[in-house]
């Protein structure tokens, strides 16, 4: 007998387990909620050898009877400030997960790891989720915790190297790593909270002192190159939005107000070609959170990126010209017109990409592109009101509303982030101009991780190696770096030798020391994670422990944003433990690097539902 998570609801199954110790029964696996003892040696009797356990339990409950049971064991509780708390069993396969930790629970919190601590101080693995506490209060716990002489491990019994330290795996939820050494002293810098909120435009950024204190912000028509940019990103993201709504509020006429469009393509299928909706869809999986929505007013265009609403205005466009195109009861002069609609959107995502891409080139190159946006804006009002017979008067109140948006762009002042983002990409085309990438990867092993637009889709790095046996910065490198044998966007370089740095944010000082005397190293920080940037780890091999720390702290950062991570290593290090070249023979999960690790484990299905566990009440 199984027991699925799926099948696991938030009830107690002590119960079920007492019936089932006078059954014949048995359990190779087993996820739910245990409130006593004695259930536990219930389950005991009816497990398996070698049975993989999620137990949400109390952290007075005794788990003994599994110590020679299970496979892996994942025990989940809340901490406790009073009351009996009995130590886990000795074993390397158990994960201890704290959850629902509030402001003032630094004590309990500690008070319970210590007291759950096996005998031999040793866990496989040990997180902390929905976590209130601030980084010095967990820096503070993570000080007691290693003085008492608890141990993280990963892999054949082996501690964790470099110094103990929290990492961020996502809001609110974080891993501890417990090693032979001491975290590291706190930077100075103000204290941020572990579970730092969404980012917010402009609120989230101080006042930038260049941008003129407490001054207004200047005009971003004043701003030389900044007014190429700006004025590209405001016909993108605030006129055309408005010409999109009206497309496709008459492309769809017939679709119920309360009917998503992924229901409206879906109960076309007789129609249309479901199944390449879905292989599209199984493509482009960013698109279907986008699908879901059932008008174009509920697009968040607040992050200042349409790219939602043109990818769903492309992709509907798309359908209709395919489906138009393949029926006889559809005029010439109609399907031209779907054509041209189609042609003109996929102009627009063009013309994104060549603005973002000139945010890291040359930003003159934007001259002439936002009249382009706001003419392709004013064709598709065109257009959609001749093909769909919308009243002259109607289409040309549309029109004046996009052209009264255009016309504020003269009072449209440059926000904080803006700024910031700004003095980041500048001061990274300088540097870029130096850096002989040739020389940096030619005979070394290169592994490429890049992260996906959509964490839930895809939830760790997918890897990428260079396993040819001539280490050559050839045009297939070049292409997985950084395509089309050009770089763009934001570049970080890290050498893993480097025995200065001591965190993320020394790495961040030593790439833009401009900007970070500018708007300051945590604004810097924050910028970068909305760039898109390409982070190279040099010589990771030749990490020593400090610069594991830094290599993991960047992973953790920014696995929730696109960007991409290479690391290179040198041709001879196939023995070392760090090495994730991907050469045949070694495993890309085996390495230091957490999220990978992660990747790899028998659990894993488990895992994945580790978030709907930690909910239960």
């Not at 201890?96 to 004590?107: H, R």
């Not at 940037?533 to 929730?560: C, Q, R, W």
Request: with cysteine.
């Amino acid at each position: 007998m199984n027991t699925s998570v799926n099948e696991m609801n938030s009830q107690p199954c002590d119960h079920i387990l007492e019936a089932l110790n006078s059954s014949s029964c048995s359990l190779s696996s087993f996820a739910g909620r245990i409130k006593d003892t004695n259930s536990i040696q219930s389950l005991a009797k009816v497990a398996t050898p070698n049975s993989d356990f999620v137990i949400v339990t109390e952290p007075h409950v005794d788990l003994t009877p599994l110590q020679h049971k299970h496979h892996e064991l994942w025990v989940i509780v809340e901490p406790k400030s009073e009351g009996d708390i009995a130590a886990l069993p000795t074993s390397p396969n158990i994960f201890l997960l704290v959850k629902l930790v509030a402001e003032n629970q630094q004590k309990s919190l500690t008070r319970t790891l210590l007291g759950m601590a096996p005998a031999d101080n040793r866990l496989r693995r040990l997180e902390v989720r929905d976590c209130a506490l601030t980084e010095v209060q967990l820096q503070e716990m993570l000080v007691e915790l290693q003085h008492a002489g608890l141990r993280t491990i990963f892999t054949n019994q082996q501690i964790h190297a470099g110094p103990s330290r929290v990492l961020t795996m996502r809001d609110y939820n974080c891993a501890l790593i417990l090693t032979d050494e001491p975290p590291l002293p706190p930077q100075a810098e103000p204290s941020r909270r572990v579970a730092s909120e969404p980012p917010k435009s402009p609120a989230s950024l101080p006042v930038a002192p260049a941008v003129g204190g407490e001054n207004l912000c200047p005009l971003a028509s004043s701003c030389g190159d900044l007014d190429a940019v700006y004025r590209s990103l405001y016909a993108l993201n605030v006129v055309l939005p408005h010409a999109l709504r009206f497309v496709m509020e008459k492309m769809f006429a017939d679709k119920p107000p309360e009917v998503t469009y992924l229901d409206y393509c879906l109960t076309r299928k007789t129609q249309l070609d479901w199944l390449e909706l879905l292989s599209y869809l199984w493509r482009n999986s960013y698109l279907m959170e986008t699908l879901k929505k059932c008008n174009c007013e509920e697009f968040d265009v607040r992050l200042f990126d349409a790219q939602p609403l043109i990818e769903l205005a492309l992709y509907l466009s798309r359908l209709l010209t395919v489906f138009n195109g393949g029926t006889d009861k559809v005029d010439r002069t109609t399907k031209d017109a779907h054509r041209k609609n189609w042609f003109n959107i996929e102009e627009v995502r063009c013309l994104r990409t060549e603005v973002l891409i000139s945010l890291t080139e040359e930003p003159p190159e934007l001259v002439g592109v936002a009249d382009r946006i706001t003419e392709i804006a004013y064709e598709l009002i065109s257009e959609a009101a001749e093909l769909h017979r919308v009243p002259d008067a109607e289409a040309q109140r549309v029109k004046e509303a996009c052209q009264a948006l255009w016309d504020k762009y003269s009072d449209v002042r440059v926000d904080d982030d803006a700024f910031a983002a700004y003095c980041v990409l500048k001061e990274n085309r300088e540097r870029r101009v130096d850096v002989e990438f040739e020389k940096v990867f030619d005979e070394m092993c290169v592994s490429i991780y890049e992260s996906p637009a959509l964490r839930r889709d895809q939830p760790y790095l997918q890897p990428f190696s260079s396993r040819c046996q001539q280490y050559q910065f050839d045009e297939l490198l070049k292409y997985e770096i950084w395509g089309k044998g050009k770089l763009h966007g934001v570049f970080i370089h890290f050498m893993c030798r480097d025995t200065k740095s001591r965190s993320f944010s020394d790495v961040i000082e030593e790439n833009f020391p401009e900007a970070c005397s500018q708007i300051g190293t945590n604004n810097v920080e924050y910028v970068l994670k909305h760039l898109h940037p390409l982070i190279l780890v040099n010589g990771y091999d030749e990490a020593n422990a400090t610069s594991s720390v830094i290599v993991e702290e960047m992973v953790y950062k920014f696995h929730e944003f696109p960007c991409k991570i290479v690391f290179t290593t040198r041709p001879e290090a196939g023995s070392s433990q760090q090495d994730i070249s991907g050469r045949e023979g070694v495993d890309f999960t085996e390495s230091l690097i957490l999220p990978f690790a992660l990747k790899k484990s028998k659990f894993r299905e488990l895992l994945m539902t580790l978030d709907s566990l930690v909910a239960m009440v």
